[in-house]
């Protein structure tokens, strides 16, 4: 059976749109989650959307609708973007689903029979932003949120305590024994000094207002929204109503989650499974925050992007890459568009598009596009197959560990070691029959380095690595490719036909981009696919393909390249066409040839002479060909 693995997100609270920032703990979790499936594991990836309390609530008001209306329009929101990003959850959680709403009363019953709950009276301070108690001494000058900053509200009321306090010493205990229960350490650090000065018990219900989980047994009450919240990473899993899942999946092997949030998972939650005896999490990480160009993100800034507007600008793969090569997990970081646009061009474009459009091109050029028969190795391939083993195994080391950064560092060590063999081992001058064989083990080296590179960036820029199989002719492997392709040296088999496309990532002109301002969030924004060599039917069938007889054909004055054509198009009439074949063709023996014509394309003047079209041709080196159609068929038929 497959070890498992689940990894969490926090559960979004619903109030506001997601954007970049949110988005970042998200994409981080799915990579995390397509690793481990690429290792091996069994996954559970969960994420879903915080619905209850007095922030949410609020904005309900705002937009004059009822909570749960509200509640339903964003949770497809949120859902849509996580579909439009090809995040891989395996369930999305809401806190309004029923079967939730019981499991937490359920775990709240358990808490309160182990004693752990007694009622009291609470007066103190709240933020609703941050949907937070905070004490007096925590507080920022003018009654400020040590946490977001904002104004806190005085809150008095009778409420029902959890028993935090009780499970001060066990937690400092658990701290000491496992160093790595919450990274980094110097979040764990944080933790610490908290514990340090002492646990003091936290009020569980507000009366309020009644948006929330109604506490069992006080219907008066309803559920703090931190309780009800953490609550989902069991209810998920089948806590009370699945076993067998639920025993197969917990203990959560890593929450993720922002570095504002550190001490509801790594204290308050422990204490609540201690409580009703349940494992504790393997890990909590808390990572850092970003800022979207310079700037702190904010609804109220106005500066929240969806980031799918970024997606659709840059490309899916690009935001991802540059999220973990960019941001140093768990430090804060900036999303910096200028950034972002040097690493596209310097690594994307340059470093791993180049290595692989050298490298088709050249077996294409050389063997017909069939991945070469390689032959004895000499020294500068044997360095070059040990760099690959050790970016292999560090690359590993350090996805395991959460390093990101520094994987994604080692593998373009790698994709600059196969780019520096191209200049060693200089393939263009081993084209002659006597070194030929040398050029088929250069080549094939050259190949077998990119399906290793794209199959250790399959869990990062999927689409990216797909498409590197494609162009390697082994796109058949990717859906079920995992580590096991990576065991070894030279499992890439010779014949297979390589693609040669257009550009992996085109190269982006900074001087003539405009940087992103705050959009809307969009309900519908086009993703991109152009940064892939793969069209849609629909795209396909924007272009008319016709068949067309040459009528007349002659040279254009004072032009080397081009010929003017008379074109019968049958129904679509006679078209005026200029072609760019003049040193290929002579106009006689044009006439009365069937070619093939894009009949909808704009027009355009070459030399000052209109084209009403465009005729199709093949270019292989030197030599040109214009298509045509295998027999006779009427001028204007439809090529599909
Ligand atoms: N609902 C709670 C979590 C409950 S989990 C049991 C919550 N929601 S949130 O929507 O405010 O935040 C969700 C996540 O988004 C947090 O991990 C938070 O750190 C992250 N981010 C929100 N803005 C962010 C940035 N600007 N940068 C990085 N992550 C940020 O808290």
Redesign the pocket.
Known sequence: MKPKFYVT?????INAEP?I??A??TIIADIIARYKRFRGYDVFFLTGT?EHGQKVLNAAQEAGKSPQEFCDELAEKFKKLWEDLEITNDYFIRTTDELHMKVVQRFVEKIKENGDIYKGKYEGWYCVPCESFWNEDELGENKTCPSCGRKVRWVSEENYFFRLSKYNQRLLEIFQENPNFVEPDFRRNEMLRILEKGLKDISITRTSFKWGVPMPGDSDHVIYV?VD??I??VSAIGYTWDEEKFNRYWPADLHL?????NR??SLIWPAMLMSVGLPLPKKIYA?????FNGQK?SKSLGNAIDPRVLVEKYGLDAIRYYLLREINFGKDGDFSEDNLIGRINADLANDLGNLLHRTTAMIAQNFDSKIPQPSKKESVDNQLILGSLETIQKFFENMDNLRFTQALEQLWQFISLSNKYIDLTEPWKLSKIAVKDRLATVLYNLAESLRIIATLLKPIMPRTSKEIYLRLGIAQEWEETNDKAVEKWGKLKPGMIVKHGKPLFPRIDIKKFEKITATKFKEEVKMVTEELNIITIEDFSKVELRVGEVLEAEKIEKSEKLLKLKVDLGELGERQIVAGIAKHYSPEELIGKLIIVVANLKPAKLMGIESQGMLLAAKDGGKLKILTVDGSLKPGAKVS
């Open positions: 997100t926090p559960i979004y609270y954007h920032g949110s970042y703990t915080d931190w919240a953490l989902n990473y989650i922002g570095k504002e949030i509801f998972h990572h850092g925050w970003l800022t993100i």
